[in-house]
């Protein structure tokens, strides 16, 4: 079974939005596991507009399945994993200010600057994933920085999927059949919804887990936390 864990950004955006802690972060986490959510992402940026770095700091005793920080490698990001030591950290090449990710890592022209921050997350006892396109040239490029994961940006799968064209999922199985081949374990995550994540499932070879926020908290406003958490269960084995 594919692993879900839940990225509650837009949880802290509602927060921030009128300020206070309602709704409170920390609750809807240890719910969101008591649903049966393998897993609890965060995705802090330096503006700190909706994940603040305190979050980080709060939700690492609450979370007791899997706690993966997403971001930029830049150095307070890195110290602040560090400090939290999460099971997983996935590394995004987010630019600042970018409203949401909208490219994997050109693992070739920043290799030895994410070789050299993921031996210094391993060497913390912290599992890496780099968060790629699907191209095979990424791929491979992705092996060579000792990474232990990679997440395929499903942003074009989502998009092809959502206009009818199932074919937008084959070069996301050729670059899963190469990670597989490399021994790279897979995540995915991005724009994936209880419309495509079951097809995107049946199709990829090997998929160790799946980050969602957007679309399950979006779904979650009309069909409630709980039921939609194990739609996406259910849809993952």
Same mark, same amino acid.
């Given at each position: ?20 802690? *309602?709704? /409170? ?8 596991? !008591?649903?049966?959510? !393998?897993?609890?992402? &965060?995705?802090? =940026?330096?503006?700190? =507009? ?18 993966? &920080? ?16 999460? #099971?997983? *950290? ?15 890592? /050109?693992?070739?022209?920043? !290799? /030895? ?9 391993? =060497?913390?006892?912290? =599992?890496?994933? &780099? ?19 990679? #997440? ?5 799968? +989502? ?8 074919? %937008?999922?084959?070069?996301? *199985? ?10 790279? @374990?897979?995540?995915? %995550? ?11 499932? !049946?199709?990829?070879? @090997? ?7 957007? +679309? ?22």
């Amino acid at each position: 079974m594919t692993k879900l864990s839940v990225n509650i950004n837009k949880i802290a955006t509602l927060r921030n939005a009128r300020g206070g802690n *309602v709704p /409170d972060l920390l609750k809807v986490a240890k719910d969101i596991q !008591q649903f049966g959510a !393998q897993g609890i992402t &965060i995705h802090p =940026r330096p503006d700190e =507009r909706h994940i603040r770095y305190q979050d980080a700091r709060d939700l690492r005793p609450i979370v007791y399945t899997e706690f993966n &920080i997403e971001g930029n490698p830049q150095h307070n990001f890195i110290d602040l994993v560090l400090e939290c030591k999460p #099971e997983q *950290v996935t590394l995004v090449p987010d630019a600042i200010g970018a409203i949401t990710s909208s490219a994997g890592w /050109d693992t070739i022209k920043f !290799q /030895d600057y994410l070789t050299e921050v993921i031996a210094e997350f391993k =060497r913390n006892g912290i =599992r890496t994933s &780099i968060f790629v396109d699907p191209i095979l040239e990424m791929i491979e490029g992705a092996k060579k920085t000792g990474t232990d994961r990679i #997440e395929l940006y499903t942003e074009d799968f +989502a998009h092809q999927y959502s206009l009818g064209n199932k074919a %937008g999922i084959d070069p996301y *199985v050729k670059a899963a059949e190469l990670a597989n081949e490399l021994e790279l @374990g897979i995540n995915a %995550g991005h724009d994936l919804s209880l419309d495509n994540i079951q097809f995107f499932k !049946q199709n990829i070879p @090997g998929l160790f887990e799946v980050s969602i926020g957007h +679309a399950l908290i979006s779904e979650a406003l009309y069909l409630g936390l709980d039921n939609v958490v194990n739609m996406y269960l259910n849809k993952l084995k």
